[in-house]
């Protein structure tokens, strides 16, 4: 069941998404160890305040240029002495190939859209961003290939982004909608400041990394 791949992606220091089951939230987090179907993650604060359990699902995600792999697992071990670590069974995987021409990356930054008969501004979250669009939720009910539609990004880094774009996918959920939305016009210097955000996000994964080499590896 995918020990090739388990062992060939989920490798010591590598970097992957996380997400429990109870939580819509996908958390970076890096592989302390990989043995086998078990893998050990970091135990992070927000796993804490969504109640992690044994036996409770968790599923990690890798993503390169070229697919997107999802670990379907299953906590069996949670360790809260240093270092802090979470072990997971990975019990199924499912891959699909990257069809997107720029990287995308699991955000959570707030933002404000306008469109059509929405005069005001309402808002919303985004969650994954890249060069050429953002995936967001909302309460405001707007349709596929809307276009025109106005979205301001307020960064991590004190800076905003605006551009102009179209819906083109909407998924209903319980309390609140998903979009996928596409830019269609950004000035560049909305662009660059883009750019350099996503240098920033790079920088926090190599710092990740540099933290579990330097300061968790010898403990593990």
Known sequence: MGKDLISKVLTEG?????????????????????NNHKVSISLLNEYLENIIMVGHPIVLK???????????????E???????????????IKEQKNIRAFPRYDVYLASNVT??????DSFAIIHNISLVGVAFYSRVDLHPEEDNVKITMYLTN?????????????????????????????HEDNNNTLSSYFGLLEIDRTSLREEYINCIKKHM
């Open 78 to 92: 949670i360790h809260p002495d240093f270092p802090s670590h979470v072990k997971v069974n990975i019990t199924g």
């Open 158 to 186: 004190n800076r905003t982004v605006s551009a102009v774009g179209k819906i083109n996918r909407k998924v209903p959920h319980t309390d609140f909608i998903e979009y996928g939305f596409q830019f269609t016009k950004m």
């Open 115 to 120: 469109a059509g008969e929405y005069v005001n």
């Open 14 to 34: 590598a970097i992957v998404s996380t997400r429990l089951a109870a939580s819509n939230i996908w958390l970076q987090n890096i592989i302390y160890r990989s």
């Open 62 to 76: 890798h993503t390169s240029e070229w697919n997107e792999i999802l670990f379907e697992s299953e906590i069996v």
